[in-house]
Nanobody, 129 residues
Framework: QVQLVESGGGLVQAGGSLRLSCAASNSEHPFSTYAMGWFRQAPGQEREFVGS????????YYSDSLQGRLTISRDNAKNALYMQMDNLKPEDTAVYYC????????????????????WGQGTQVTVSS
């Protein structure tokens, strides 16, 4: 089990940038044990896959709709996950969640929330036009 806490959300104007962080703690396993993902959920919408990163951090995978505007990274020594979001649009407004899994499924095949057992509480991102 692992506890995840997101931070870095806020209000930003369209075209702006934000860097979200996800801190992992209280895990019986090293942070590098977990493949990580980012999801988002807008009001009235289902939780949507944003992107993911492998255990080592060497491989990333992004949603087609967000490709080119996101950079996901991690620092296993600091038990931290990051997501840099650039050129934000009003439709990016949502609660953003980080999630962890220990399954060995390749990251490009782990795009469903059901595949991630561990979740943070989310951080709100609001993009004004």
């Amino acid at each position: 089990q692992v506890q995840l806490v997101e931070s870095g959300g806020g209000l930003v104007q369209a075209g702006g940038s934000l860097r979200l962080s996800c801190a992992a703690s209280n895990s019986e396993h090293p942070f590098s044990t977990y493949a990580m993902g980012w999801f988002r959920q807008a009001p009235g919408q289902e939780r949507e896959f944003v992107g993911s990163i492998s255990r080592s951090g060497f491989t990333t995978y992004y949603s087609d709709s967000l490709q080119g505007r996101l950079t996901i990274s991690r620092d296993n020594a600091k038990n931290a996950l990051y997501m840099q979001m650039d050129n934000l649009k009003p439709e990016d407004t949502a609660v953003y969640y980080c999630a962890a899994r220990t399954s060995l499924l390749p990251i490009e095949r782990a795009r469903s929330p059901d595949q991630y057992p561990y979740w943070g509480q989310g951080t709100q991102v609001t993009v004004s036009s």
